[in-house]
């Protein structure tokens, strides 16, 4: 007698073109299984929740449905395309190091895209070893996110960032070299071998690229990762919408006498008011500026 499996929802754990891997939902660490999907228009990314069922007689699922989306994380092309790399990301790690020297900018803009998407975010500072946590750090702690120093010789605050990444998808940002693969592989115990060797078994020989890959670690760690992911650059933000990527900024624009305030060079401005009492920091007020000028260069050049 043939039973007919009935569909399951399922987690899209990487792409191969139009193939794809999924695994159960509820039992991560089960063993993955290739599907395809049902026609072209249907497009998951790794991190969708899809609704999939064997097909009788082949090693195959079908996808039959994509789940909408919490969130995706798109990314800007050399033609100018938008991109979706992956979807509903809970938890953005941007990792900063003392080597390489941390570039600011780039964490402020991986945080506004984080409140943009939105999801959440953390500041792991790491090469604790080397640096202990400087000044600059602080300030993402009073503006409230979680900041975690790790060290992966050391093995420490590997179990802090553990804890606040359980029961998230999480991805790992940041300047190449600062140790993003070092502390995936911290946190993977032998998980990573395992999951690496049955997507490769998965592809069939053929070269494709992986847009990202989703791996599952004890403690419902899950974490999305490729090399497009670790540096992606986020897409374009409608200028309008920059400082809403600034929640310190955000939340005093309420108080400023233009409700449409550019916190460039309007009077009674909220934001420069604070930026003068040093209730923001003045190096993030210059990333907002920095970002919403990029912003506008961009949207002016593609319109
Ligand atoms: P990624 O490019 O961000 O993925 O960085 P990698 O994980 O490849 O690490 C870059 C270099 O930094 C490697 O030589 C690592 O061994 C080293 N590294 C990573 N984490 C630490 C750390 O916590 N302390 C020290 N001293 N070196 C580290």
């Known amino acids: 007698m043939t039973i007919t499996e009935s ?10 073109g139009a193939r794809f891997e999924l695994c159960d939902i509820d039992s991560p660490t089960s063993h993955p299984v290739p599907a395809r999907a049902k026609g072209k228009r249907q497009r ?5 929740r899809v609704v999939a069922r064997p097909l009788p007689g082949e090693s195959d699922w079908q996808i039959e449905s994509v789940e909408s989306r919490l969130n995706e994380l798109s990314r800007t092309d050399s033609r ?11 938890m953005m790690v941007v990792v900063v190091a003392s080597k390489p020297q941390p570039d600011w900018f780039v964490a402020d803009r991986y945080l506004a895209a984080a409140e943009l998407m939105p999801t959440k975010a953390a500041i792991v500072w790491n090469k604790a070893d080397l640096v202990g946590v ?3 750090v602080q300030v993402y ?17 590997i179990e802090n960032l553990r804890s606040l990444m359980r029961g998230e998808l999480s991805i790992f940002v ?6 993003k693969s070092s502390l995936i592989n911290a946190l993977s115990g032998n998980e990573l071998q395992r999951t690496r060797a049955v997507s490769e078994a998965n592809d069939e020989g053929r070269h494709t690229t992986v847009a990202a890959r989703l791996m599952m670690f004890e403690d419902a760690v899950t974490v999305i990762d490729s090399p497009g992911v670790r540096d992606y650059a986020p897409a374009l933000i409608q200028p309008e919408r920059v400082a809403s990527g600034f929640r310190e900024i955000l939340q005093a624009s309420d108080l400023c006498r233009f ?5 460039r060079a309007e009077p009674d401005c909220e934001v420069k008011a604070r930026v003068n ?4 920091d003045e190096r993030r007020y210059k990333s907002y500026l920095r970002l919403a000028q990029l912003n506008r260069q961009l949207s002016s050049q593609r319109y």
Request: negative net charge; charged residues 20%; glycine residues 14%.
């Open 7 to 16: 569909a399951k929802t399922m987690r899209v754990t990487a792409t191969f």
């Open 44 to 48: 998951p990314v790794t991190g969708d």
């Open 80 to 90: 100018g395309r938008r991109e979706t790399l992956a979807a509903n990301v809970s």
């Open 134 to 136: 400087p000044d600059a």
């Open 141 to 157: 702690r009073d503006i409230g996110y979680p900041v975690i120093e790790t060290s992966v010789p050391q093995s420490s605050g």
């Open 174 to 179: 940041g300047l190449s070299g600062v140790g």
């Open 259 to 263: 409700a449409d305030c550019s916190h």
């Open 277 to 280: 009492d040093g209730r923001i």
